[in-house]
């Protein structure tokens, strides 16, 4: 496809039940990231991947969040023991280049809208 | 750590009228993006400012980027229901992407 790809779109849980979030970057973009945004709110720094480095976890919330990059292209976001306070939009993006290539594009994804009941 | 305050939150005005956007840190970034998301959607690019002091136009919008590379603000004249939307500042520091907690903008008819 031609631009970031997400899914599901929307993820109804209960509390304490594990998700997981796929995220489909553009081909041949080295860098993929996820963000969190709540309602109204800005977006909220979740990991960052670049090519083979080890990704950038700075930005989880806590140990109940991971994600890996297989082969570099498709990302999995994994939360687990789901609470009602991880509802929000979850939005992944790419960049053809990563951070440190000044001034990329991000391109985003539509966001996975999860709600946990 | 690395903060952008946006002003107004939210913003409501009529078609045709103009109205300024600002992001503010007291911190320095490298570069400053601006980013305008539809509901739904995810957030999409319209300009990066690198220059302290730069000045960006896009249309009916003009970027400025602070002269010491720590606020930003974006002028949209003539307001169309169009523009609408959440507009977002992302400044580039530390190795990451920061964002500002948006502005919402409607421009009604």
């Known amino acids: 496809g031609a631009g970031v790809s997400q899914s599901p779109s929307n993820k109804v849980t209960e509390k304490g039940k594990d998700v997981e979030l796929r995220c489909d970057p553009i081909?041949?973009?080295?860098?993929l990231y996820w963000y969190r945004q709540s309602l109204g709110q800005g977006l909220e720094f979740l990991i960052y991947?670049?090519?083979?480095?080890?990704?950038?976890k700075s930005g989880l919330p806590s140990d109940r969040f991971s994600a890996e990059r297989t082969g570099g292209s498709v990302s999995t976001l994994t939360i687990q023991r789901t609470q009602q306070e991880d509802s929000a939009v979850y939005l992944c993006?790419?960049?053809?280049?990563?951070?440190?290539?000044?001034?990329?594009?991000?391109?985003f994804g539509p966001g996975t809208r999860l709600t946990v009941l | 750590t690395q903060l952008l305050e946006q002003s107004p939150q939210f913003l409501s005005i009529q078609e045709g009228e103009n109205l300024t956007v600002y992001c503010n840190s007291s911190?320095?970034?490298?570069?400053l993006q601006w980013y305008r998301q539809e509901p739904g959607e995810g957030p999409v690019l319209l300009v990066t400012?690198?220059?302290?002091?730069e000045v960006k136009k896009l249309k009916r919008l003009t970027f400025q980027f602070g002269d010491a590379r720590k606020d930003s603000s974006l002028h949209i004249t003539a307001a169309q229901p169009g523009d609408t939307g959440l507009y977002l500042c992302?400044?580039?520091?530390?190795?990451?992407?920061?964002f500002g907690q948006g502005t919402e903008l409607s421009v009604k008819p």
């Open positions: 993006a790419s960049s053809q280049m990563g951070l440190a290539g000044g001034g990329n594009e991000q391109f």
């Open positions: 081909s041949g973009h080295t860098a």
């Open positions: 991947f670049q090519g083979n480095s080890a990704p950038d």
């Open positions: 911190s320095v970034f490298s570069s």
């Open positions: 400012v690198v220059t302290g002091g």
């Open positions: 992302a400044g580039r520091g530390g190795g990451k992407l920061i």
